[in-house]
């Protein structure tokens, strides 16, 4: 399956449109999830949108050492951080999202992912990252702290603490 | 019991993915990619005309007749345009050798 990406990649850095819509197919669930749980629902979408778009700007700086997926993660989280960057919107943003999680407490989804979500937007954006990528993606610690540019014992203890604070909710449903 | 713990956050974690496949996204991905090019293609245009018009001004104002400074605009102006055209195909060229050469 990977092997299918790197494939896309290269006849993408061809310019070939094909290989870049199906290289979207394939990727786009993994990376506007992993932003959502990051940036929040209203930020993700279109900073996934700029991480595809530099994705075939830039596809030749994919040198194969890493997964094509750890690769566009490594861009959607500069691109996250970059959009974080506003310190009134990064204000705005949080406060929104946090006010957003807790409205959403009644609807379909169940008072569990409610309060995961919770738990996961109290956490600060590099844990969430860390997380995200080690607990829902299954990174490996060395793999996270790559594509999170971030020391690997900062990972460690990212994903040590977060891992707690989600157990936490699930701890009480259980 | 640790790790079912741990699978069932991964689990939670990934439930509130947005659909497998979703041809809107798609769309607003190549949106925007057009909205780019677009924004550059009209930079360079901008540019362009400024380099001319600048070209065409500093003719006239060093006593180049119209005519020859003209000339002289479109001659760049060509230059341009050639290079423009030719500089993806010659790097994809470049490239291509490299890779034989390093083989």
Known sequence: ?174 | MSEDIDERLGRLLREDAPSDRSALFRLGVLEHRERQRFRTRSIALAVAALVLAAIVGIGFNAGIDLFATAAIAILCALLALAFLVSAPGVALLLRRLRGAGRN
């Open chain 1, 1 to 174: 399956m990977e092997d299918e990406d790197a494939v896309l990649l290269a006849a993408v850095c061809e310019g070939s449109e094909r290989a870049f819509n199906r290289l979207i197919d394939r990727n786009q669930q993994a990376v506007r999830n992993f932003l959502r749980g990051i940036a929040g629902p209203d930020e993700a979408d279109d900073i996934a949108q700029e991480t595809f778009l530099a994705a075939w700007t830039h596809a030749r700086s994919w040198r194969g050492g890493a997964s094509v997926k750890a690769w566009l993660f490594s861009i959607a989280w500069k691109k996250a951080k970059g959009a974080q960057r506003g310190w009134f919107r990064r204000r705005a943003r949080d406060t929104a999202w946090a006010e957003a999680s807790e409205e959403q407490s009644v609807e379909a989804s169940g008072e569990t992912r409610h309060a995961l979500r919770q738990a996961l937007a109290a956490l600060s954006m590099d844990q969430r990252a860390a997380v995200m990528l080690c607990l829902a993606y299954g990174f490996t610690h060395d793999e996270a702290a790559e594509t999170l540019h971030i020391p690997l014992g900062t990972v460690k203890s990212h994903v040590l603490r977060g891992r707690e604070k989600l157990r936490e909710v699930l701890g009480d449903e259980a």
